[in-house]
């Protein structure tokens, strides 16, 4: 019971990321509501020539204004939305250096991660499934299959978060060097890493249950030979067979001979041998005979 109530665990972990996930590849889509308090970085561009805004949001579908704490007067709302002000802005004038010469670098890292985040989420979900269905049972493919799911989507989503952190505080950091005061989204940021660690939590807990599962194979595996194994001793044990008044076993080299060919018998009960002439020889316990004394004929 207690081990069943504990796979749960990974599946509150994976419902959380998933979640978080949700939050992260949907902000940005609507200027009112929960997802317009979410973005990756703020930056005071009133200096900066072809910008629209005083103070400029990045969110991973556009660039928008601030009005009351809020995304505002977004502009263009487009799917993996690059992190890149030379292009953002249509203008190079009076931006720090850096995002002229590393224009591809702030480019890609954000498209890239964009693409990574709907990954994981995918991968997030799926994972769901042989987690779920181990909580019927502990096996070695349910637990196999949750490692792998799990591990994809933790691979994914932590490539993603550490690109997309990359771009936006080296770009913070040029923005301040140059005297544009830049902040970073804490929420955005924290659902991200969040995420990631609920994944890292969960992909430690299908391990532990992907070596239970070897553990409990193999373990079956040598309970059935140890079976069989006495299954043979049994049938061995059962193939003796009595000749005469002698239990004979086929497997073991015979000990004695009958009575009348000069060994008598020497059992525990004596009584229970059956001498010649009877009609009926009852089965007796395992004899050893030994040679008569010859003086004593």
């Known amino acids: 019971m207690l081990r069943r109530f504990l796979t749960f665990i990974p599946v509150i972990l994976l419902l959380g990321s998933s979640l978080l996930l949700f939050l992260v590849n949907l902000a940005g889509t609507r200027d009112s509501g929960v997802l317009s308090r979410y973005y990756w970085s703020e930056t005071n561009t009133s200096g900066i020539s072809g910008s629209d805004f005083s103070r400029t949001r990045w969110t991973p579908y556009g ?11 977004c502009v263009k709302h487009s799917p993996a939305y690059p992190y890149s002000p030379r292009d953002n802005f249509k203008s190079s004038s009076g931006l720090p250096s850096s995002f002229n010469k590393s224009r591809d ?9 964009y693409a990574l985040f709907l990954v994981g989420l995918v991968f997030s979900l799926l994972s769901l499934l042989p987690i779920i269905a181990s909580c019927c049972g502990i096996g070695f493919l349910t637990g196999m299959a949750s490692f792998v799911v799990v591990g994809l989507a933790l691979l994914f989503t932590l490539t993603a978060t550490c690109l997309i952190t990359a771009a936006h505080v080296k770009g913070r950091n040029a923005f301040n060097s140059a005297g544009h005061h830049s902040s970073l989204g804490v929420k955005m940021f924290a659902m991200a890493w969040a995420a990631s660690a609920c994944l ?7 391990i532990m249950m992907t070596v239970l599962g070897i ?17 043979k001793s049994e049938t061995s044990s059962s193939s003796y067979h009595y000749n005469g008044t ?3 076993n086929p497997y073991e080299r015979q000990t004695g001979y009958q009575n009348n060919d000069g060994y008598v018998a020497n059992a525990n009960d004596e009584s229970s041998f059956q001498h010649e002439g009877q009609e009926e020889q009852p089965r007796f316990k395992f004899f050893h ?6 003086d004593k004929e």
């Open 63 to 73: 660039i928008c204004g601030v009005k009351d704490g809020r995304n505002s007067d």
């Open 105 to 113: 670098t702030y480019y890609y890292l954000s498209r890239f991660a």
């Open 200 to 206: 890292l939590l969960a992909f430690a807990w299908t």
């Open 215 to 231: 553990k409990r194979k193999l373990g079956n595996r040598n309970e059935k030979s140890d079976s069989e194994a006495d299954h």
């Open 246 to 248: 002698v239990a004979q």
């Open 289 to 294: 005979f030994k040679k008569a004394n010859p």
